[in-house]
Antibody, heavy 115, light 110 residues
Framework: EVQLVESGGDFVQPGGSLRLSCAVS?????VTWVRQDPGKGLEWVAE????????NYMDSVKGRFTVSRDNAKNLLFLQMNSLRAEDTAVYYC???????????WGQGTLVTVSS | DVVMTQTPLSLSVTPGQPASMSCKSS???????????VFWYLQKPGQSPKLLIY???RRFSGVPDRFSGSGSGTDFTLKISRVEAEDVGVYYC????????FGQGTKLEI
């Protein structure tokens, strides 16, 4: 069964940077990142296709976050720059089978942005 | 941007009784080919979200048949025919037609 495991979450000051990783057990075409402010709802963040040639982002992270992948290592990344307090959340990666059919999710990694 | 509005925000149900929750989108989610990219996810306490319903009405593998999804255009509904204790959690609708947008969630309590 395909598995996704996130890592890289940490405590960071506002304006700082962090890179999250999503390790996958085998090649996955589209992968999405979803976040959840603790105690609040889910928020779609970004997505990337199989060869990395197409990425999409939610408006509030455009220009600050970059999604990428290294298929040789079965790794996906979410590079987060200019972090803000409102980016504090658990970040999940998930397989997107088709137009939002997220059938397999990782366990999440916590990012805390605070001074 | 497409906004997904869920109601109610919380729901308290007696085991064995039915439950129903609504999701309304700010734009039609019906494609010309008849497909509807609307999904329902359940997040149980302390767990990652799990897929329940895809394409508006199709049950994902392993999801009990007491769960059903319906709707088209801008109005969608998730129904549980007989609620069980294990159904407790937050239910989210999501659209996948214009990038992705989640609703605020409906919290189901027993």
């Amino acid at each position: 069964e395909v598995q996704l495991v996130e890592s890289g979450g940490d405590f960071v000051q506002p304006g700082g940077s962090l890179r999250l990783s999503c390790a996958v057990s085998e090649f996955i075409n589209w992968v999405t990142w979803v976040r959840q402010d603790p105690g609040k709802g889910l928020e779609w963040v970004a997505e990337i296709n199989g060869d990395g040639s197409e990425q999409n982002y939610m408006d509030s992270v455009k220009g600050r976050f970059t999604v990428s992948r290294d298929n040789a290592k079965n790794l996906l990344f979410l590079q987060m720059n200019s972090l803000r307090a409102e980016d504090t959340a658990v970040y999940y990666c998930a397989r997107d089978v088709y137009f939002g059919k997220f059938d397999i999710w990782g366990q999440g990694t916590l990012v805390t942005v605070s001074s | 941007d497409v906004v997904m509005t869920q109601t109610p925000l919380s729901l308290s149900v007696t085991p064995g009784q039915p439950a129903s929750m609504s999701c309304k989108s700010s734009q039609s989610l019906l494609r010309a080919d008849g497909q509807t990219h609307v999904f329902w996810y359940l997040q149980k306490p302390g767990q990652s979200p799990k897929l329940l319903i895809y394409e508006g009405s199709r049950r994902f593998s392993g999801v009990p048949d007491r769960f059903s999804g319906s709707g088209s255009g801008t109005d969608f509904t998730l129904k549980i025919s007989r609620v069980e204790a294990e159904d407790v959690g937050v239910y989210y609708c999501m659209q996948g037609m214009y990038l992705k947008t989640f609703g605020q969630g409906t919290k189901l309590e027993i």
